[in-house]
């Protein structure tokens, strides 16, 4: 089991950057399948960014060239980066991690806000 929280949401301008971290509660070496999942007022949970223990990633058409998701071991953290921000990105940004491709087999942290507003 893993304890997984959220943190680095926020409100920011449109163009704007902010780094979400994902601290786990205990080594995150071995865990297959980290990433990064969003949820917006009245749509369905998404994935943004996936990262696995070989460092294999995976991204959202959507957010291509401007998020990088990336993974500490030695913190125990997983980091979402993103750049070049947009109204359309505000959601509640969720960390999932766990031994499973399908996130809803995996643990999920709390979420953390982010909105893109000027």
């Known amino acids: 089991q893993v304890q997984l929280v959220e943190s680095g949401g926020g409100l920011v301008q449109p163009g704007g950057s902010l780094r979400l971290s994902c601290a786990a509660s205990?080594?995150?070496?071995?865990?297959?399948?980290m990433g990064w999942y969003r949820q917006a007022p009245g749509k369905q949970r998404e994935l943004v960014a996936a990262?696995?223990?070989?460092?294999?990633?995976n991204y959202a058409d959507s957010v291509k060239g401007r998020f990088t998701i990336s993974r500490d071991n030695a913190k125990n953290t997983m980091y979402l980066q993103m750049n070049s921000l947009k109204p359309e990105d505000t959601a509640v940004y969720y960390c999932?991690?766990?031994?499973?491709?399908?996130?809803?087999?995996?643990?999920w942290g709390q979420g953390t806000q982010v909105t893109v507003s000027s």
């Open positions: 999932n991690a766990g031994p499973y491709h399908d996130p809803n087999y995996n643990y």
């Open positions: 205990r080594s995150i070496f071995n865990i297959y399948a």
């Open positions: 990262i696995t223990s070989g460092g294999r990633t």
